[in-house]
């Protein structure tokens, strides 16, 4: 099977949900008249990763001003279960085109943001969501962290999709718990854009014999809205250099990565060579020892499939 996917390297309208929204439209239309069929977004797109923002904390004490920003971003945020779930849905619906798109996510349950990976079905709409398990740093303030259940997989009509968010990728564990799934296009939506980046999808990629979708955002300190730039005096234009690449099952870069610009990496993927890569290494099959390691993942749900047929 071949499979022709697009990597999104742009920056969004940032704490602006709707003007952002109105952009992705826009680049799904351009894309899927490009034959593009699984179409991948940074690491919280929606509404922007909020580099450089402390919102006014420090230990032992908060800030009313970062208060304020928080409920600002809080409001801005992706509610998948209100009309913006039917926008995504019907986006690829539309163009009929697989999405996977990476958003902060707000529960109006418990009031928690959590840093999410959405995976849409242009026949089932959402088929999953994968929320962080451990945010970096001082992510913690602002994302919660989802335990097991959280790690979906999905059987599509292009293929297995799995994958993890930004240095969730430097868990082994949560590797494997994609691995053990036999994912053929892992996806990893992140903010990190280090040169040492590559090679941790490089490295993913020979692990995991599976092609590798490394994705990033393009973003300077000017594409901030004016108002908030008083908060990041300290920061660099060139605020994240993006780094966007597409790997192959033995480690090859196929495209990128991509520096200091916008653009969108496509290219065609042959699952076949999925097999072919398997002949000297199978982190699952042959080159496992069950007899020496036991791994197990709590509450991890099955594979989930599409349950409608294309028309």
Request: proline share 4%.
């Amino acid at each position: 099977m071949k499979v022709k996917v697009g990597v999104v390297q742009e920056n969004p309208i940032f704490f602006n949900k709707i003007k952002t929204l109105e952009k992705i439209n826009s680049i799904v239309k351009e894309q899927a008249s490009n034959g593009c069929q699984l179409l991948v977004f940074p690491e919280s797109f929606i509404p922007g990763y909020p580099r450089g923002f402390s919102f006014g904390a420090k230990i032992g004490s908060r800030t009313k001003e970062g208060r304020e920003l928080y409920a600002e971003y809080y409001k801005n945020s992706i509610d998948l279960e209100s009309s913006d779930r039917l926008f995504l849905e019907n986006l690829a619906k539309d163009y009929s085109i697989y999405i996977v798109i990476g958003i902060t996510e707000k529960n109006s349950l418990n009031g928690s943001l959590y840093c999410s990976m959405v995976y849409i079905s242009p026949t089932d709409g959402i088929l999953g969501v994968h929320r962080k398990i451990k945010p970096t740093g001082t992510e913690r303030l602002i994302w919660a962290e989802e335990n097991g259940s959280s790690l979906v997989t999905c059987e599509t009509r292009i293929g297995k999709l799995g994958g993890l968010i930004c240095w969730e990728n430097y868990m082994p564990l949560a590797r494997m718990s994609m691995f053990l799934k036999g994912v053929q296009i892992y996806i990893a939506p992140t903010a990190d854009s280090r040169e040492e980046w590559t090679a941790t999808m490089q490295h993913i990629a020979l692990e995991g014999r599976c092609f590798v979708l490394g994705c990033n955002q393009y973003f300077t300190k000017s594409m901030y809205p004016t108002k908030y730039h008083h908060l990041l005096k300290e920061e660099p234009e060139n605020i994240c250099s993006g780094g966007s690449v597409i790997v192959s099952p033995l480690g090859k870069i196929i495209e990128g990565p991509l520096f200091n610009t916008n653009g969108v990496l496509l290219t065609e993927l042959d699952l076949e060579e999925i097999i072919m890569s398997k002949l000297d290494f199978d982190v699952t099959g042959h080159y496992s020892r069950n007899d020496i390691f036991n791994f197990s993942i709590t509450d991890q749900p099955g594979i989930i499939t599409e349950k409608k047929k294309e028309s």
